[in-house]
């Protein structure tokens, strides 16, 4: 196929026209499908239902330890959970807190500590006249809802395909004492699929930042989610790495089951440096007595150990990864060479990341709804749902079946070509 | 029994030789025995081992809706959840939100929210010189642990048969403006076993509260939580009563069924007007994507509906109801007609309140611990741990096995016996 932007104008407005026509066809289907959310599907949930059958009423409730899980206590969480998801996000256990079934609550509730009682003795956020938080974008809705709640400033930063733009995170985070912290998805990063590179890693870890109290929010919610057997990336550990430049206290690390077992009901996970658990332990007791012990052993009861949960998570990939390349293929077959897109092949996670040419991604989005497809709103991807390029578009395989997602992501590419070829026939 | 202000300094100078004989010979046993916390015993984390058999793997785990339990989504909690706490509670399900394990943590993230958003568009708290919360005492500590954590200001008001002063309630409130809530237990009160009368929620409800963003944090933990079928403490429902009375948003009511299944396992609800959940729903939709469907589904499998609650409860009764009596037994045969210290006879709840003699609670508790006995802390029912009095001790009957327990309250009243026997001596 030729290049859009090499077409006539003649050319374009029949292309629009014969799309036009097809577009037709696909409303009158009357679809109602859904790209929007990073949720596993049925079969995913499935793999997991083995876990309602490891706690029985004939079973023993007690940890290791001999504490009976179905009562009150353990703050931190039950010491073989701590091990398990110690080994999951490679972490020694006495660095870990267990909590309850969101690792996003978890964010949450460290952002709000930081607003009212500040990081380990430094000023509460809420009394500081500004505070900034930098987002690399395109990045997670959900962390950039958190931030804008509490009034934060957010920064957006590049992403590339070794992780954020480090030179500008380095200049930002030396100069400005208002910048107390960045969310980062590590691994297979939602929506780009990236994972950074050592060298960002490293750049992170050995950050000067002006605020003593700036923390890297790292947010491996993908840590073992991998698509492939044979192609999966790694990354540097962060806590070790800053614990080797001297910013041991620098980085609060997130995680959860949340896409292992089942998202509603998986545990979350929090590793961090002692200094910055203890200042953490010093907020939860007032909090909560203890997060939900049971549910705790019944994770641990149902894989094992690493070794188990690893080979639970190929299980997912072998339904996942046929839908991911279902829509890569769907796209490379209708976009591409055409110019007006490009969208990532990724490793794993739980998203493909779309870039149209500049100005249509709305246009896009809006196009498909009108057709029956939902996707993540266009601009979802950067802070306060703004992308200043309008061209990021986040795609989510998992949930559709593997027939609804391909009768999707053919619906999304004939929308793309329809408003990008009326963008170039603007632009004439 | 002779009164103890009645006798000689002889005949107390014998006694105290003679108790402490008896003293010794409790030291000399190498007890360890708990009687500090409110939590339930074995047997009864026993009576819901059957929640562990209504969810398998050959279960749909949908609700009546259609709803898969197991993905994300239901931010509220789920439909038929909310029928079963509703009618736990006596509100419309409409007006409930199911959370997580804990209603502690859900008290704590409402004061969190007030702190920094403030309530429904009031300024947040964080940005107020002063915020003052009313504490009736005795109370609980760890509603007096949230509100000294945030750094507001606490003010006792004292508990009397009927519930709090209301007098003393009504000045301050409707002449303060930094007073913003008060921590209530309305029905079988932590830890005087004290249900509040009509008269006391009607006054409650009725409040004029110079302060827009007022609200009662109703802890209504014990709702359900009676000792004897014949002998049945009722209350009247606050939410109904503030809406007749004008204030419908005055109040967030919470509740769990932290004591009713396991409490670390539990399911947490509040209720409160429309426009409270309004207010509410529009942060935790930033905090999470929703609590743990599951075992939402879970509680409700395994109770049916509230007269299969009702039932179970009647179960947990026959387990503690006996240590109750145990309790009350001792502390009669013991202490009766003394006239060193007087205790509630609660018809639900989890406690017996013990006031002994002014100016020695802390040191019975001490000789206590010193013999291998945990009580709660003295003064820990009062805000800041400090009970001007030094007389109230919180008696949690519900944990230790009947014969441990029979021998911790002997060694209780025998401690209280030397130490108000002391104290008589000291003032002679």
Same mark, same amino acid.
């Given at each position: 196929m030729a290049k859009y932007s090499e077409m006539s104008k003649e050319e374009l407005e029949a292309l629009v026209k014969s799309l036009s026509e097809e577009y037709k066809k696909y409303k009158d289907k009357d679809l109602s499908l859904d790209m929007s959310r990073g949720k596993p599907c049925r079969e995913q949930l499935d793999l997991s239902m083995g876990m309602m059958d490891v /706690?029985?009423? @004939?079973?023993? /409730?007690?940890?290791?330890?001999? *504490?009976?899980?179905? @009562?009150?206590? *353990?703050l931190s969480g039950i010491q073989e959970a701590k091990v398990l998801l110690g080994d999951m996000m490679e @972490?020694? #256990?006495? @660095?870990i807190i267990i909590y309850g079934n969101s690792s996003l609550n978890v964010m949450y509730d460290t952002v709000a500590r930081a607003m009212t009682h500040g990081i380990m003795g430094h000023t509460p956020w809420c009394k500081l006249d500004k505070v900034k938080f930098l987002c690399p974008v395109p990045g997670y809705d959900r962390h950039f809802a958190i931030t804008e709640y509490f009034g934060i400033e957010m920064i957006p930063v590049q992403m590339d395909e070794n992780g954020p733009d480090m030179d500008e995170v380095e200049r930002l985070v030396s100069s400005d004492e208002s910048i107390k912290g960045i969310w980062c998805? #590590?691994?297979?990063?939602? #929506?780009?699929?990236t994972s950074y590179s050592d060298e960002v890693v490293h750049r992170f870890a050995r950050l000067k930042p002006a605020a003593p109290d700036f923390r890297i929010f790292w947010d491996n919610a993908y840590g073992i989610h991998h698509l492939y057997d044979d192609r999966q990336d790694y990354i540097v550990e962060i806590l070790a790495e800053c614990k080797k430049a001297g910013n041991p206290d620098m980085v609060y690390k997130f995680a959860s089951t949340s896409k292992i077992t089942f998202p509603g009901s998986g545990i979350a996970s929090l590793a961090t440096s002692l200094n910055n658990l203890e200042d953490i332990t010093n907020q939860l007791k007032n909090q909560t007595i203890g997060h939900d012990k049971v549910n705790q052993l019944r994770h641990v009861r149902f894989f094992g150990d690493i070794h188990g949960m690893t080979e639970h998570m190929r299980k997912h990939a072998d339904i996942i990864r046929p839908k991911f390349e279902a829509v890569e293929q769907i796209l490379e077959e209708n976009l591409?060479? /055409?110019?007006i897109g490009e969208w990532t092949k990724p490793n794993g996670g739980y998203f493909i990341s779309f870039t149209s040419m500049e100005g249509c991604a709305k246009e896009i989005v809006s196009m498909c709804k009108k057709a029956g497809v939902k996707m993540t709103d266009a601009g979802a991807t950067w802070p306060y749902h703004?992308?200043?390029?309008d061209s990021n578009i986040r795609i989510a395989p998992t949930y559709p079946p593997i027939d609804d997602l391909k009768l999707a992501a053919q619906l999304f590419t004939l929308c793309t070509k329809i408003v990008c070829a009326k963008k170039l026939l603007s632009q004439m």
């Open positions: /706690l029985t009423s @004939n079973d023993d /409730l007690s940890c290791e330890d001999g *504490t009976d899980c179905r @009562n009150y206590g *353990t @972490n020694h #256990p006495d @660095n998805v #590590p691994k297979y990063a939602n #929506p780009t699929g591409g060479g /055409l110019g703004k992308d200043p390029y």
